[in-house]
């Protein structure tokens, strides 16, 4: 494939006299091929846009990015500042730079770039820094792209955004190889996607949260969040979940995230609200102030596997049976020291829990260690249903499993579980928040099934 690095090498291999005729051509013409012009891009240079300039560039930038748009050319911007605000995105825009060296600085004025309805926006190589200026009432981000068609957003830093840094309304493509610091709201906020790969991203130190996927009504998503450094994601505006994730996925549908490293947030690491066919695959959650890997309220589907849960107040939830959560695979993943204490007075069951689950859910292959409180919750009140659990290590906790035998409580399958070190119970009967039974673990299958029928506990091992 011809790049842009082989283009230009070859015009290396040109002779003098072959050089000499293309001037003497461009002479007729018009003015002699700048090294923009060999490039086929744009000289930036030639509408007085200016590295380095004292004085706003917004004019002329905008001049030169029409013109670039105009003509279907990319614009490669020199090292040095550029001092901008309010600059429209046109409906085709390849802008380029040097990583860490090219820097478009905000100079507080309304809002700094916006597209809406465009065809194609490439932003790559550009360090983007909001100064945590002054943002107006209809500016939602530093970097706001409207339905702005096909994106590719790649090895940028964007920084210093007084609300959200980069808001994507409608877009497909790629977000790739960026960093994303010091957001007063959320890092990357993507809504309405369309087929959206966020990819390799480093999200850090932002207000509320980190990488967000919303739709407006539940439906089909399928953005891809993978590979991500997420970290430091604080809850400034307060609530009791809506903020603080590292990732959270609100009404989005068939989303993908897997192989993030995530680590102190607020509340979750992962958080999938109405997030049906959620995959959350081999992520490392370090230090959530909450729930690690939350897939709460209508949140159909999800399948939950290979993810290391370090330090939380609870590991994994799959719960809101009575708001349609239900449906879930929870397998191969590893939850250890969970605390007794979060972000709020608990209403139900509380902290220091490894693995929660209510409805149509296999919980297979897991090891939870160091729990506070229980290593696992099946069931909460009448809210159980299809739950199998079976062949998981569960270790270092008061209780190893909670399960319910409140009315309304229906079957639930405990069989093949390994219990270590569990010195109130490996396996009690919950009506809510009371204990109700002795040991079932220590029971005969009958001796259970006959007190409770719709349990049945068999062929676990206390030690």
Request: hydrophobic fraction near 40%; glycine fraction near 14%.
């Amino acid at each position: 494939m011809l790049n842009r690095r082989r283009f230009i090498a070859g015009f290396g291999g040109l002779s003098a006299a072959a050089l000499g005729g293309m001037n003497s051509a461009r002479s007729a013409t018009g003015p002699m091929l700048t090294n923009a012009g060999l490039r086929g891009g744009i000289d930036a240079g030639e509408f007085g846009v200016r590295p380095d300039a004292t004085d706003d560039q917004s004019g002329v930038f905008q001049r030169m990015i029409d013109e670039a748009s105009r003509r279907n050319l990319p614009i490669s911007l020199p090292p040095g500042h550029y001092p901008l605000s309010d600059i429209r995105l046109p409906e085709r825009l390849r802008l380029s730079g040097t990583p860490g060296a090219t820097r478009i600085r905000y100079t507080g004025r309304g809002f700094l770039m916006r597209a809406e309805n465009t065809e194609r926006i490439e932003l790559d190589g550009l360090s983007i820094d909001g100064e945590n200026r002054w943002l107006s009432d209809d500016s939602e981000a530093l970097l706001e792209l409207r339905q702005p068609g096909r994106i590719a957003i790649t090895d940028c830093e964007i920084a210093g955004a007084r609300k959200t840094a980069l808001q994507l309304d409608g877009a497909e493509g790629l977000v790739r190889d960026n960093r994303i610091s010091g957001a007063g709201a959320v890092g990357l906020f993507a809504r309405q996607s369309r087929g959206l790969s966020i990819h390799a991203n480093m999200v850090e130190r932002c207000g509320d949260g980190g990488i967000l996927v919303h739709r407006w009504q539940n439906s089909e998503d399928g953005t891809q969040i993978l590979a991500n450094r997420i970290s430091q994601i604080s809850a400034v505006s307060g609530g009791t979940g809506q903020n603080g994730n590292g990732i959270n996925v609100f009404r989005a549908e068939n989303v993908t995230i897997a192989d993030n490293l995530i680590a102190d947030c607020a509340f979750s690491a992962i958080r999938g609200n109405g997030a049906s066919g959620l995959i959350a695959r081999g992520n490392q959650c370090l230090r959530s102030g909450e729930t690690a890997l939350y897939a709460e309220f209508a949140t159909t589907g999800s399948v939950i596997t290979g993810n290391l849960i370090d330090r939380a107040a609870n590991g994994i939830s799959v719960v809101n049976f009575d708001s349609g959560g239900r449906l879930s695979t929870v397998s191969a993943n590893i939850v250890r020291n969970l605390v007794d204490s979060g972000p709020y007075a608990p209403e139900s069951g509380g902290f220091g829990l490894g693995i929660s689950v209510e409805a149509d859910t296999a919980v297979t292959g897991n090891v939870v260690e160091s729990a506070a409180r229980f290593g696992m919750i099946v069931g909460w009140g009448p809210y159980l249903r299809a739950v199998t659990v079976s062949n998981n290590v569960i270790r270092q906790a008061p209780v190893g499993l909670a399960v319910s035998i409140a009315e309304g409580a229906r079957d639930a399958l405990i069989t093949g579980n390994l219990f270590d070190a569990v010195p109130e119970g490996a396996i009690l009967g919950y009506r809510w928040l009371e204990r109700a039974t002795d040991d079932l673990a220590l029971m005969d299958e009958n001796g259970v099934r006959a007190r409770h029928a719709h349990l049945t506990v068999a062929r676990n091992r206390v030690s």
